[in-house]
Nanobody
Framework: QVKLVESGGGLVQAGGSLRLSCATS????????MAWFHQAPGKEREFVAAISRSGGRTYYADSVKGRFTISRDNSKNTVYLQMNSLKPEDTAVYYC??????????????????WGQGTQVTVSS
């Protein structure tokens, strides 16, 4: 059974940093493009960043370019999101997701076949 488990969320002051992790199991991790989405209360789930199955390509939402970095370690079946210079508007539940079919990058949530349970990120002003 496919499983994605996020961790690393928390409360941080504006300007601070957090590193999210998403550990996967139950599949061949390197076959999947991976992505991070976030969802704030009352809003739709939004694309944040994606990384290709080899890790050679990345893609970011304009709102996080230059501040966030997505990476993956295929030997550990894990994808990461390094978040720097955090802003209060980054406050949301962050989800990782996997996509088997492409083409990279898939920016719509409906394009992803598996999701984690989410981890809360709260940025105080």
């Amino acid at each position: 059974q496919v499983k994605l488990v996020e961790s690393g969320g928390g409360l941080v002051q504006a300007g601070g940093s957090l590193r999210l992790s998403c550990a996967t199991s139950g599949r061949t991790f390197s076959w999947y493009d991976m992505a991070w989405f976030h969802q704030a209360p009352g809003k739709e789930r939004e694309f944040v960043a994606a990384i290709s199955r080899s890790g050679g390509r990345t893609y970011y939402a304009d709102s996080v370019k230059g501040r966030f970095t997505i990476s993956r370690d295929n030997s550990k079946n894990t994808v990461y999101l390094q978040m720097n210079s955090l802003k209060p508007e980054d406050t949301a539940v962050y989800y990782c997701a996997s996509d088997r079919h492409g083409p990279f990058p898939v920016r719509g949530a409906v394009g992803y076949d598996s999701w984690g349970q989410g981890t809360q990120v709260t940025v105080s002003s």
